[in-house]
C-alpha cells in the first residue's frame, strides 16, 4: 500500500551485515497513528535528502507477525526506498503549532499504563509519546569503543561481496551511552536509554567543536540535552519497544527513541 508518513523518529545507524547500515524510523500516518518502518538502509535515506519532520509517500507492507507481532509496525516494499517521494516539511511556527496536532494526539503520563498496553492482546503497544511529571537527570555512562566483533565481521564479508571499501562504512560506535530518569504522574521512576539519532550526531558534533576532547565533548552533550531540552523545554518522548524484550514481556520493554521539545508556553498572570 502507498502510505505517507510525517517521519519524527530516526534511530542511530547499525552495523547490518545484508545492507551495511541501517536505521529504524518512526513516525506518523494521515490519521495520526504511530507507526514503525524497519528495515531501512542509511544509504536510501541519504540519498533522497531525507529530513526528519517531512511527509515522505512510499510503499509498504506490515511485518510478518511471525517475524513481529507489533501491529504498527510496517517494512518498504521497495528496499532501497527508491519509490520515495519527500513531500512538504512541517515547520515550527506557531509555537510548533502543527507538529503538536500530529504528535501530541495521544500522550502517555503512566508508565504503567503503557507497559500494561504493550502486553494486551490486540493492543500490543509498541510506540508511544510518553510526558514526563518530572525530569530527575541526565545521565551519560561509558560503553564499548567498537562494535562488535560479529557485526563488524559481517560488514567485511558484505564489502567482498559488492566491492564496496571497509573503510567508506561511515558509520561510527558512539562510546557512551545516554540516559533519561523522570517520574511519571504516579510517581513511579524510570531510566531509559536514548536511542535517538539526534543525540548521537549531537555527541560527534560537540566531540569535533572540542578538539577531539571527550570530557569537553560529553559536558556539552549534558548541557544541551539537561539545561535547554529538559529544563527550559516542553520536553516529550517518543518511545518504542525493541522486538528482543517486548517478545520476552520484559518488565519495561520500552526505549527513548526520539524526542519532541517545543518550547513552553508561560501563561499570562491576571493580575
Known amino acids: 500500500m502507498k502510505k505517507k508518513v510525517l517521519i519524527t523518529v530516526t534511530t542511530y545507524p547499525l552495523p547490518s551485515g545484508k545492507y551495511q547500515e541501517l536505521v529504524c524510523a518512526g513516525g506518523f500516518d494521515e490519521n495520526r497513528e504511530f507507526i514503525r518502518i524497519y528495515p531501512i538502509p542509511l544509504s536510501s535515506l541519504l540519498r533522497n535528502r531525507f529530513r526528519k519532520y517531512s511527509w515522505g509517500e512510499l510503499s509498504l507492507e506490515k511485518r510478518d507477525p511471525k517475524k513481529d507481532f507489533r501491529p504498527n509496525t510496517f517494512s518498504p516494499i521497495n528496499k532501497n526506498l527508491s519509490d520515495l517521494k519527500i513531500l512538504a516539511q ?99 521512576e524510570s531510566k531509559l536509554m536514548v536511542e535517538d539519532w539526534e543525540i548521537s550526531q549531537l555527541y560527534w558534533n560537540c566531540l569535533k567543536a572540542s578538539d577531539g576532547k571527550e570530557d569537553i565533548a560529553i559536558k556539552k552533550v549534558k548541557q544541551k540535552c539537561w539545561n535547554d531540552l529538559a529544563l527550559q523545554k516542553d520536553l516529550h518522548l517518543f ?24 518550547p513552553k508556553i508561560h501563561q499570562k498572570k491576571l493580575f
Not at 528482543?244 to 524526542?259: A, D, E, M, T, Y
Request: glycine share 4%.
Open 90 to 188: 512541517v515547520d515550527t511556527r506557531n509555537n510548533w503549532k502543527e507538529r503538536k496536532e500530529y504528535c501530541l494526539n495521544n500522550v502517555y503520563t503512566s508508565m504503567i499504563s503503557l507497559i500494561e498496553d504493550a502486553y494486551k492482546r490486540n493492543i500490543y503497544k509498541s510506540l508511544a509519546v510518553f510526558k514526563p511529571n518530572k525530569f530527575i537527570s541526565f545521565i551519560i555512562e561509558k560503553d564499548e569503543r567498537d562494535w562488535k566483533p560479529k557485526w563488524k565481521e559481517q560488514i567485511k564479508q558484505l564489502c567482498l561481496f559488492t566491492g564496496d571499501e571497509w573503510k567508506k562504512i561511515g558509520i561510527k560506535k558512539v562510546p557512551y551511552k545516554f540516559y533519561y530518569r523522570f517520574l511519571d504522574d504516579k510517581g513511579k
Open 239 to 262: 518511545l518504542g519497544t525493541t522486538l528482543q524484550w517486548h517478545k520476552r514481556r520484559s518488565p519495561n520493554p520500552f526505549l527513548i527513541v526520539g524526542l519532541f521539545y517545543p
